[in-house]
């Protein structure tokens, strides 16, 4: 079958998402090893989405795929509430690598968010979640009502109301002394909501694709004081920014930040299958001793799906991908900056680890084209494009992408600002 006949009929029957589906070509994979995956017409591709953000350990990996089939082959299905050895060992895990207590487990990201907004609701009796203006926390309605992605827009009209905090970026100067612009914004927010009426604050362990911007140094450990203060949870989404992304097995270390409430995904399976979770820490853990939690879902903490975040946190610990992505991503960024001093339409970069993005003065799709000749699939968003692949990729990979993506720039036409 040639792929033109393959792709129309997969078109037929199903959707593709976030897209008009008459101009989605959707590509035809056909195999993929370690940070690269091969079309149906024989070409390998640096995945510099690494898929969804979320093949963290890389493609193929044989651990994780060893210990699926095991429980494949144990037992593949099992009512929610089983107990199975494979599930003990992952809470034992997260609860390990996330210094939090206990996990709810859930089949995606946005449920994970849902979630951690219903049992953060049940603890504290309040119901407001503040969140960042330039944020992401799932696709869901409640979710989608929370920050201000742009994709909340089809759905304006019915969704709950928002408490969104400002986070301009670059940052504004502010007088030697005052708080940054993000943590006054969330201090008025604070005071005009009233902080007794809040719940939670919600943020991304580092901002994905709504600009991956750095916050500023009085941000998190400001937001932590407030929620001390105020009896309010706050929950770090690390769904993306998770499990040795950012150079970190979770960004908010960066901060030095320790959150009531972690949400997980994407690369928690490193996406070999579906599972996410929001992992509590002890006081709501306790609480949920003889207070009822009113959560759960058919397909509750998925054998497969289990077997494969524990293959996959296995994976990520034994390879050394922690520090092999904070070393590796520290030279793309280098490489990356020599270039934006290089390249006039070059406006920033930015990122840290396996997370970065490059900031151009014009729209990113001539680069994202250039890119695609050169056999790098890099995602975009307006005028920016991200460098994400997987933890695996090593230094002379990153050697590779960095001079096809060097030559991209200069096809691309970015040796040349744009018109004003
Ligand atoms: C920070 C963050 N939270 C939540 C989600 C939602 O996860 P999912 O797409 O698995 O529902 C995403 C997905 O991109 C994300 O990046």
Redesign the pocket.
Known sequence: MNSSSLRDRQAQGLFFTWSAQGSTRGMEVVDAKGAQFQLADGRWVWDLESQ??NVNAGHQHPHIKARMIEQINTLPACAPNAVLEIRATLGELLSKKTGLTKSFLTC????A?ENAIKIARLVTGRSKVLARRHS????SLAVLGVSGDPRRAPFERDLQESYLIDDPFPHPPTAAGAPSAWLASFDALLERVGADSVAAVLL?GFT?TNGMQEPPADFWPGVRARCDAHGIMLID?E???GFGRTGRWFAAEHWGVRPDMM?V??GLTSGYAPL?GVVVNEPIASHFEDHKLWCGLTHYAHPVSCAAAVGSIEAIEADGLVPLAAQVGAALRSGLEEMAARYPGVVRVLGRGMMLGVVLDRPAAALVEQGWARDLYIPSREDTVFICPPLCLGREGAGEILSRVDAAMTAAGLDVAAAQ
């Open positions: 969804v953000y995606g990201g946005s449920e968010v992401y926390h799932g696709a991304e994905g989404d769904i993306f920014s949400t995904g994407k996410a």
